[in-house]
C-alpha cells in the first residue's frame, strides 16, 4: 500500500512532468536556436571547451524559460552566474550586452509568461490570498541542499524579505498581470543576486526551481479536471486554512524536488536510493501531518489513491 507521501508526490509528478514535453536537445534545436548559438560563439570568441559548455547551459535556459509561469530575467540571472565559471569578464559583458538587447531569446517560441489563454480543464486556483512562503519553503530544503547554518542565517532575512515583496506585489498588482510578472521577474532577480554571497549555483537553483513549482500550483496551470477536482476538494470540502493548503503545497514541491533527484541516484546506487526515499517519506509525513488534522489527512490520502487510479 502506497503511503500518503508517495501518493502526494505521485500527483505532483504528473502536474509538472506535463511541463517537460517538448524539451529542446543539441539535437532537435531550430536554426534561429543554432543561430544564436553561433552568434554568442563567434562574438564571444569562445574556444571549444567554452562552446559545449554554454550550448549545454542555454539549451537547459531554453527549456525552463518554456515552462508555465517562467521567470525569464531570473533565468538569464541564473545563467549568467553559471557562465562566470568559465567566461573571461570581456566575454561575459559581450553576452550580457547580447541578453539586454533581447538576443538571447529565440521569436520561435513564447516563453510560457506571455501566455494568456487557457483551457477550461488545464486551469485551476486553490485561491489563497496573495501568498508567498519561500522562507519555509527554504528551512525544509536546507539539509537536502546543505546549506551550513551560518549561510543559512545570512540567506533567510533576504529571504523573508523576498516574500514580504513578494506578498505587496501581489496585492498591489492584481489585474494587472504584465506589472506583476515585471515587478516580480525583478524582484527574483535582485534576490539571486544577494543570495549568490551565501549560497552557490546548485543550491539556488535548486531554489528557484522550488519557487517556480510553488508558484505553478498556486496558480493551478496546466492542471488536468481531476487534479483541479482534488484541489478544489482541499480548499472547499475538506476545509483546509491558508496554512493548511500552503503545508500541502509545500510538501507537493519537496517531493518533486527530492524526488527527481532519488529517482537519478537510483540509476546508479539502488540501496542509497531506497534509503534516501524512506527518509524523505517520513520528513514530509511528519510536516503533513503536523498542519492536518487527523480527518483532513485521511481523507486527503483517500482521494490521491483514487486519482492515482484513474
Known sequence: MKTAIALLIGIFFSISFSFASGNFNANNLTPEINDIIN???????????????????????????????????LLLALLGGKLKSYFDSKQLETITNMANAGKLEPKSYIPA????????????????????????????????????????????????????????????????INKLNQEKNNLGAQTVTSLRKYLNNSQINTLVLAITMQENILSGKNISADQK???????????????QTMSVVLVLV?????????????????????????????????????????????????????????
Do not use: W
Open 113 to 176: 509568461t506571455t501566455t494568456t489563454t487557457t483551457t477550461a480543464t488545464s486551469t485551476a486556483t486553490i485561491n489563497i490570498p496573495a501568498q508567498s512562503n519561500v522562507t519555509e519553503l527554504f528551512k525544509q530544503l536546507q539539509n537536502y541542499m546543505k546549506v551550513a547554518p551560518d549561510k543559512a542565517a545570512a540567506a533567510i532575512p533576504i529571504l523573508q524579505n523576498y516574500d514580504a515583496q513578494l506578498i505587496n506585489i501581489k496585492k498591489e498588482n492584481a489585474g494587472n
Open 39 to 73: 552568434q554568442v560563439n563567434k562574438d564571444c570568441n569562445l574556444n571549444a571547451s567554452q562552446a559545449s559548455k554554454f550550448k549545454s547551459d542555454y539549451i537547459l535556459f531554453l527549456n525552463e524559460n518554456k515552462k508555465p509561469n517562467a521567470n525569464t530575467k
Open 254 to 310: 519537496q517531493g518533486k524536488i527530492r524526488g527527481d533527484a532519488i529517482k537519478a541516484l537510483h540509476k546508479t546506487d539502488p540501496n542509497k536510493a531506497g534509503q534516501e526515499f524512506i527518509t524523505m517519506m517520513n520528513d514530509l509525513n511528519n510536516q503533513l501531518k503536523t498542519s492536518l488534522t487527523s480527518s483532513q489527512y485521511n481523507k486527503i490520502k483517500t482521494d490521491l489513491e483514487a486519482l492515482l487510479k484513474k
Open 229 to 243: 477536482q482534488f484541489l478544489d476538494k482541499i480548499r472547499n470540502q475538506y476545509q483546509l486554512n491558508d496554512v
